[in-house]
């Protein structure tokens, strides 16, 4: 039990595009997902908490308007990179939090943004 | 500021040998405190957690991390690496806020495995 998924696992897009990656949770409902960066060789770095229902909160430093985060339902948040750019290009990773498991959080494979 | 310190970037053992991953800690109040493991393809999976009680904490996979708060440490071990734990080791901390729990990473650990 406790499967995040994610899609798509791997993208590229062209500079200027826009790219939604989704977060499901498979089994459970999670009030709370979270929306991590992991640059190469590098540890996780939060980039916002997302709730069902209400709007994300974004860690220090990352821009709202570039990274659109949506959790529409208990199931799936969606994160949208707007306007990619090169430096945008990296591995993005989900959690869900399962409120029933000691608030454990669950994550997603991750996906592999590229941008060109 | 709540931080977590992995000193060993890349460690290589040979299969069946022991193993012990580094992770010291700053934060102000009692820690929850996690090791992950991540390997190609795959989440982020939860080896083991403290969040009080027996300083001992065993895992999976045959894991176990000892909390030292004196040292400020939770590091993990395991008394017999095998081939398949090469992978990535996270140590994490959690803080608390509005009302649950944000993880803090650790820089992370490449365990490679020799034969």
């Known amino acids: 039990g406790a499967v995040v998924s994610q899609h798509p696992s791997w993208v590229i897009c062209k500079s200027g595009t826009s790219v939604k990656i989704e977060c499901r949770s498979l089994?459970?409902?999670?009030?709370?997902m979270f929306w991590y960066r992991q640059f190469p060789k590098q540890s996780l770095m939060l980039m916002a908490t997302s709730n069902e229902g209400s709007k994300a909160t974004y860690e220090q430093g990352v821009e709202k308007d570039k990274f659109l985060i949506n959790h529409a339902s208990l199931t799936l948040s969606t994160l949208t990179v707007t306007s990619a750019h090169p430096e945008d290009s990296s591995f993005y990773i989900c959690?869900?939090?399962?409120?029933?498991?000691?608030?454990?959080?669950?994550f997603g494979p991750g996906t592999r943004l590229t941008v060109l | 500021a709540q931080s977590v310190t992995q000193p060993d970037i890349h460690i290589t053992v040979s299969e069946g040998a022991s193993l012990e991953l580094r992770c010291n800690y700053s934060?102000?109040?009692?820690?929850?405190l996690f090791w992950y493991v991540q390997s190609p393809g795959q989440g982020l999976q939860l080896l083991l957690k403290y969040f009080s009680g027996d300083t001992l904490v065993q895992g999976i996979k045959g894991f176990e991390a000892e909390f030292k708060r004196s040292q400020s440490s939770f590091n993990l071990r395991k008394p017999s690496v095998h081939w398949s734990d090469a992978a990535e080791y996270f140590c994490?901390?959690?803080?608390?806020?509005?009302?649950?729990?944000?993880?803090?990473f650790g820089a992370g650990t490449r365990l490679a495995v020799h034969p």
């Open positions: 959690s869900a939090r399962d409120s029933f498991r000691g608030n454990e959080q669950f």
């Open positions: 089994d459970f409902q999670a009030t709370t």
């Open positions: 934060y102000g109040a009692t820690p929850y």
């Open positions: 994490a901390v959690a803080l608390f806020s509005g009302g649950y729990n944000k993880l803090i």
